[in-house]
């Protein structure tokens, strides 16, 4: 699977859009972009996953460049429930057929 | 959606006791179950594969005999910590793969462990 770099850690003011983004400049053609979460002393949550497309679901945008090098996470109005790490994953998708590596991901800190 | 519960939520156990820490899919049948271990301002770190019928599958580095992993039911994985040693407490996740159609693993809740 290809490997992925995210920043190490993000604040975003309560209220706002929090973007996170991600590189991943080795993915292959077929090979999907996946984020999860996980809140403090809780196991992670799948977000969002895309292909090519721009994704939007009830919880975040997912928005990946032309080349599909790197993607955005979007949270358009971040609460502080939204504070966690988010890990940017790629693999191929069906039942059990991606890997879930999970690397440092990115600590957003939702600030009041 | 799917819903995977895991307990318990925290133990503290004396060191050489053993711990057992269920997981449970809901309302799926989950073949395969992976367990991960979390150690504090990390990552999580796949230890296992459990399998249903089957022996599990441990990454390399992991103690087979010190980490019991059972599949007994499509419903049930259990991972068993024997001879437990403060250096094992860490935070224990287990979670199930997407169901058809779907694409996001559902993970437990997580189970802190403490060996003192």
């Avoid at chain 2, 959606?1 to 809901?26: D, F, M, N, Y």
């Avoid at chain 2, 296992?48 to 087979?64: I, L, W």
């Avoid at chain 2, 068993?80 to 779907?102: K, L, M, N």
């Amino acid at each position: 699977d290809a490997k992925t770099t995210q920043p190490t850690s993000m604040d975003c003011a309560e209220g706002r859009a929090a973007n996170l983004p991600c590189n991943h400049s080795t993915i292959s053609g077929n090979e999907y972009v996946y984020w999860y979460r996980q809140i403090h002393s809780q196991g992670p949550q799948y977000i969002i996953h895309g292909l090519k497309n721009n994704e939007t679901n009830e919880m975040a945008s997912l928005i990946i460049t032309e080349d599909r090098k790197s993607s955005t996470l979007i949270l358009p109005h971040a609460t502080l429930r939204d504070t966690a790490v988010y890990y940017c994953i790629v693999g191929l998708t069906g039942a059990g057929s991606y890997q879930l590596t999970f690397g440092k991901g990115t600590k957003l800190s939702v600030i009041p | 959606g799917a819903v995977v519960s895991q307990h318990p939520s925290w133990v503290i156990c004396k060191s050489g006791t053993s711990v057992k820490i269920e997981c449970r899919s809901l309302d799926f049948q989950a073949t395969t179950m992976f367990w991960y271990r979390q150690f504090p301002k990390q990552s999580l770190m796949l230890m296992a594969t459990s399998n249903e019928g089957s022996k599990a599958t441990y990454e390399q580095g992991v103690e087979k005999d010190k980490f019991l992993i059972n599949h007994a039911s499509l419903t049930l994985s259990t991972l068993t910590v024997t001879s437990a040693h403060p250096e094992d407490s860490s935070f224990y996740i287990c979670s199930a793969p997407p169901r058809q159609g779907a694409h996001g693993y559902t993970f437990g809740s997580g189970t802190r462990l403490t060996v003192v």
